[in-house]
């Protein structure tokens, strides 16, 4: 009596079992993508040579999806903040008010 009850609900259900079974499936096989940390080593490679440029000092970058953050011992000065600007806008594709540069605190 149980085996013909799971044997209806089993056709009455086919489909969406199957369905089912191959989207679980689908969710083992990896996407391609791999998680980035969130300091990569190309952020921190375009950190290193902001901060080896004349009047930048020490710098910290953060990147995100809306922008850019630059904190520096320079940003006091305008020609290097110019500079930070034009350099992470060629970098990131960014428009200069999606950049914010702050001055490092000492």
């Known amino acids: 009596m149980a085996?013909?009850?799971?044997?209806?609900?089993?056709?009455?259900y086919k489909?969406?079992?199957?369905?089912?079974?191959v989207a679980g499936a689908l969710l083992l096989?990896?996407?391609?993508?791999?998680?980035?940390?969130?300091?990569?080593d190309e952020?921190?490679?375009?950190?290193d040579i902001l901060s080896s440029t004349q009047g930048v000092g020490r710098?910290?970058?953060?990147?995100?999806?809306?922008?850019?953050v630059v904190s520096c011992d320079g940003a006091s000065n305008a020609k290097v903040r110019l500079d930070i600007i034009r350099a992470v806008s060629?970098?990131?594709?960014?428009s200069?008010?999606?950049?914010t540069i702050l001055k490092m605190e000492k």
């Open 59 to 68: 710098a910290l970058v953060l990147i995100s999806e809306n922008g850019v």
């Open 90 to 94: 060629s970098y990131t594709g960014f």
């Open 3 to 12: 085996a013909s009850k799971l044997k209806d609900i089993l056709e009455k």
């Open 15 to 21: 489909y969406p079992i199957i369905m089912l079974t």
């Open 43 to 47: 952020q921190l490679c375009f950190q």
């Open 96 to 99: 200069s008010d999606k950049i």
């Open 29 to 40: 096989f990896p996407t391609g993508t791999e998680a980035k940390s969130p300091a990569s």
